[in-house]
Structures are given as structure tokens and as C-alpha cells.
């Protein structure tokens, strides 16, 4: 009896640790960045982006858009005609774009944090 007793805890300690590494699997493959629209109307979008090292952004285009970068971080861009560009990028830091076209992917180990700010005109 004692040994099936220590068989079946061994079979279910197996059985949870194989549950437990899985859910840790499913875990990092989530994407936990935070997109909080702040204000979204025929003229402006407004945008909260926080994004965690190793985010990647499929290629994707904005319209003319002002972002504010509440932390530093290291980002590498992508465009559509294949070049990349890496920057590092200090806090505080205020962008103007006319609009592009990129993906883009969070590098370091610091989370890309940004206020980003859309004309729609």
C-alpha cells in the first residue's frame, strides 16, 4: 500500500509539474504590452503605449503624429523597403513624424513607454 501510495503522489507531482511549465510557456508567449486609448475623435487619437523588451510590432503605418518618450529605450525600426534603423532613445524625448511606415521592436531591457499623439487631417 505504501508503495502505490508514493507512486500515485509521484505520478500526480509529475503531472502538476508538467502543467506548471506549461503555463509558464503560454505566459511568455502572451503579449502583455498596454495600449490605453486616451482620446480617440475625428480630429486626434491619443495613445498610452507601454511595451516590454522584446515586443515586436508587425509592420504597421501612422498618419503625422507627435510622441513623447516617458522613459528611455532602445528601439530597432524596420521599413517596408527592408532597411533597419536601431536607436536609443533618452526620457523626455518629443518626436514629430509626418507619417511612416515600419515595424518595430523593443531592444534592451528597458520597457518602451510613450505618449503618442495621431492627426487624423
Do not use: Q
Amino acid at each position: 500500500m505504501k508503495k502505490l501510495m508514493h507512486y500515485m503522489i509521484a505520478v500526480l507531482l509529475v503531472t502538476l509539474s508538467f502543467g506548471f511549465a506549461a503555463s509558464i510557456a503560454i505566459a511568455e508567449e502572451e503579449d502583455t504590452s498596454i495600449a490605453n486609448i486616451l482620446l480617440d475623435n475625428e480630429r486626434v487619437r491619443v495613445v498610452e503605449n507601454i511595451r516590454h523588451p522584446g515586443t515586436k510590432v508587425p509592420m504597421h503605418s501612422h498618419k503625422a503624429y507627435i510622441a513623447y518618450f516617458f522613459g528611455p529605450c532602445k528601439m530597432k525600426f524596420e521599413f517596408p523597403d527592408g532597411k533597419t534603423v536601431v536607436k536609443e532613445i533618452p526620457a523626455g524625448k518629443l518626436v514629430w513624424s509626418d507619417g511612416v511606415t515600419h515595424a518595430a521592436e523593443v531592444l534592451g531591457n528597458t520597457d518602451l513607454h510613450t505618449l503618442h499623439i495621431e492627426f487624423k487631417d
